[in-house]
């Protein structure tokens, strides 16, 4: 089996993780999480997303989370904008990138940011040229790309054309969301199939939900179409406040475990990362879904080391 020698993980539990828990998290714990996680070898890190407190007030303290975590050279800090009014107060704690978001379908667009998929595109124009300016790295998430709560199935052609008009705009990167975990391996390898006719294999990455238990096996369809930057969440928990249904993205520790057994590095220290998940579960109270964190045997590529 053809793979690349690489991936790139990007950890989203701090921010999609902890933005759908109803128990109340503290700054304190966030901030631990996020410096445990960069400990743990992750090198791009989400900690927070600046919306509006209204809609999803466990991200509410994201301004301090952000001022107050130890950075660590060589690690990207990332933070979700929707406005300029996020944009600035991210900018404000420093973040290294930053995450901007539409959903391709027009309902969930009106739920999650009260605008449709055009309106929000053109406010972020002015967001771009600000972190251009600014020097700060600019990924774009195409949400709903798979499948919408609410309008159901997304034409292929209506993700493709939101991913290009984003790269046009001035983004660095392009993520495919499956916000609501509804992918399977034949749609990823065709939507990706299809975007690679137009953009390089480096400006695209894959964010997946394992709400049918298939995320592992869309990140292994995108892993041979040449696709490596993949987005995880620690134990797995996580979910969208705006889209009904979804579960936790693909766990982090399960994602690097799988990519590490098949000789694609990550430079992610899973047993770092078991211990970071078992933290989070005394956190939420609650057991996470990951499965490698309750697996007796060593993983081979420990072995091998
Ligand atoms: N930070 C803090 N407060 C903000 C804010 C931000 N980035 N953006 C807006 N607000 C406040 C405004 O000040 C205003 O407060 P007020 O009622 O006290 O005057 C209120 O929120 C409404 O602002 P408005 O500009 O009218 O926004 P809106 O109601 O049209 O909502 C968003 C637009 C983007 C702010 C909102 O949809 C949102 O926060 N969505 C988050 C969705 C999300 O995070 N989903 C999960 C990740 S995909
Ligand atoms: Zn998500």
């Not at 793979?3 to 304190?28: C, M, W, Y």
């Not at 743990?40 to 001022?67: H, N």
């Not at 700060?136 to 054309?161: D, H, K, M, R």
Request: glycine residues 10%.
């Amino acid at each position: 089996m053809k793979l690349p020698k690489t991936a790139k993980i990007h950890e989203v539990g701090p921010r999609d993780g902890l933005q759908n828990e109803k128990a109340p998290v503290s700054t304190t714990d966030k901030i631990a999480l996020v410096n445990a996680l960069a400990q743990a070898g992750l090198t791009s890190i989400e900690y927070g997303s600046f919306v509006s407190p209204k809609w999803v007030p466990q991200m509410a303290d994201s301004d301090e989370v952000g001022r107050l975590i130890t950075r660590l050279p060589g690690i990207s800090y990332q933070a979700l904008v929707m406005n300029m009014k996020g944009y600035e107060r991210a900018k404000a704690t420093g973040m290294d990138s930053v995450n901007i978001v539409t959903g391709v379908s027009e309902t969930f667009n009106r739920k999650n940011m009260n605008a449709g998929v055009d309106e929000s595109l053109e406010n972020y124009r002015p967001i771009i040229a600000q972190a251009r300016q600014d020097g700060i790295q600019i990924t774009a998430y195409v949400s709903t790309a798979f499948g919408c709560p609410y309008e159901g199935e997304i034409l292929f052609a209506n993700v493709l054309e939101v991913s290009r008009k984003f790269l046009t705009m001035g983004a660095d990167e392009v993520i495919l969301s499956d916000t609501i975990g509804c992918a399977h391996p034949k749609q990823v390898s065709e939507l990706l199939a299809m975007h690679l006719e137009h953009i390089p294999v480096d400006k695209l990455g894959v964010h997946f939900h394992d709400t049918r238990g298939l995320a592992l096996a869309n990140v292994l369809a995108a892993l041979q179409l040449g696709v490596n930057r993949f987005d995880g969440s620690v134990g797995g928990m996580g979910g969208c406040p705006f889209a009904p249904g979804a579960q936790g993205n693909v766990c982090t520790e399960d994602l690097v475990f799988m990519l590490e057994e098949m000789g694609v590095e990550t430079g992610v220290n899973v047993p770092a990362l078991i211990e970071v998940s078992r933290t989070v579960e005394g956190l939420l109270g609650r057991a996470l879904p990951g499965h490698i964190k309750s697996a007796k045997h060593k993983p081979s590529y420990l072995e091998r080391k």
